[in-house]
T-cell receptor, first 115, second 118 residues
Framework: DVKVTQSSRYLVKRTGEKVFLECVQDMDHENMFWYRQDPGLGLRLIYFSYDVKMKEKGDIPEGYSVSREKKERFSLILESASTNQTSMYLC??????????????FGNGTRLTVT | AQKITQTQPGMFVQEKEAVTLDCTYDTSDPSYGLFWYKQPSSGEMIFLIYQGSYDQQNATEGRYSLNFQKARKSANLVISASQLGDSAMYFCAMREVDSGGGADGLTFGKGTHLIIQP
């Protein structure tokens, strides 16, 4: 069974802090994703990575960066946290060369509050 | 333009009734897949059901079925005999195979908050 683990369930940070959200998957998946979830807005893609050291911007990359130094780990970085980045962050993964019907595998989410 | 539209922000349904959650989509890609996820208050995203654009039959998984109307670009989720444990957020999502560009990721709708009442 695929396991996607997000290191923190809840996180409280101050405005201006540098924040790291960590995600680890144990299925040797090539593709990893960071989504942000807000009420009334659904899930929006921040960044994704299709290989080690490779990254691509999603729909809302502003204010975020990512790091993928190892295949199993994908980190989301808030360089200088702001209150409008208070949100639920979801990490997901999927293997490369997927069939149409392969679902994304999600972690349990990190609820970040920036004060 | 939104690729996935869920027009029901919230729904209240009596226990044991059937529920239909609406989803319409927009794509010019002939090859695509549609997914439904359930998110309980715990926050985990649970994959429920999948429908491919070339599938001839509507998908079914236990109490979940998908009413797929390709010409109308709709993929409504039907939950039969609802239970209290069905109370959750439900998200419709799409993967565009040829034009997706996003490393096989999914585009999500805004979700429907379903509450089952005893």
């Amino acid at each position: 069974d695929v396991k996607v683990t997000q290191s923190s369930r809840y996180l409280v940070k101050r405005t201006g802090e540098k924040v790291f959200l960590e995600c680890v998957q144990d299925m040797d998946h090539e593709n990893m994703f960071w989504y942000r979830q807000d009420p009334g807005l659904g899930l929006r893609l921040i960044y994704f990575s299709y290989d080690v050291k490779m990254k691509e911007k999603g729909d809302i990359p502003e204010g975020y960066s990512v790091s993928r130094e190892k295949k199993e780990r994908f980190s989301l970085i808030l360089e200088s946290a702001s209150t409008n980045q208070t949100s639920m962050y979801l990490c997901a993964s999927i293997g490369g060369g997927v069939a149409y019907n392969s679902p994304l595998h999600f972690g349990n989410g990190t609820r970040l509050t920036v004060t | 333009a939104q690729k996935i539209t869920q027009t029901q922000p919230g729904m209240f349904v009596q226990e044991k009734e059937a529920v239909t959650l609406d989803c319409t989509y927009d794509t010019s890609d002939p090859s695509y897949g549609l997914f439904w996820y359930k998110q309980p208050s715990s926050g985990e995203m649970i994959f429920l059901i999948y429908q491919g654009s070339y599938d001839q039959q509507n998908a079914t998984e236990g109490r979940y079925s998908l009413n797929f109307q390709k010409a109308r670009k709709s993929a409504n989720l039907v939950i039969s005999a609802s239970q209290l444990g069905d109370s959750a957020m439900y998200f419709c999502a799409m993967r565009e195979v040829d034009s997706g560009g996003g490393a096989d990721g999914l585009t999500f709708g805004k979700g429907t908050h379903l509450i089952i009442q005893p």
